[in-house]
C-alpha cells in the first residue's frame, strides 16, 4: 500500500494507473483482433491450398455445405411458420373465450 504525500501525487498515480489499464484493456482488444484476423486468413489459405489440391472434392464439399445451409434455411421457416399458426389459434381460442366470458356476465346481469 502506498502512501501519498499530497493530492498531486496521489492524482499523478491514479492517472498512471488508469493509463495502464486502457492500455492493458487495448493490447486484450487488439491481440483478440489480430487473432481472428489470422484465424480467418488461415483458414482462407487452407481452404484454397485444399481447393488447388483436390479440386472435384472442394466442389463436392462446397455442394454438400450449400445444400445442409438450404436445410437448416427451409427448417427454420416451416418451425416460424407452425409457430405463428399456433400462436394464431391461441389467440383466436383466447378471443373467443373472452367473448364467452363477456356474454356469459351480460346474461348474469339481465337475470338478476
Known sequence: ???FKSFKDWRKY???SLYAVIKCL???????LGGAISCIVNSYTAVQAYSKRESKAALITALLLLAAFLCCIFIFVNERAMRVRAEYQRDSIS???DSVTQNSVVYLDIIE
Open 95 to 97: 378471443l373467443k373465450l
Open 26 to 32: 487495448f493490447k486484450l482488444f487488439w491481440s483478440g
Open 14 to 16: 491514479t492517472l498512471s
Open 1 to 3: 500500500m502506498k502512501l
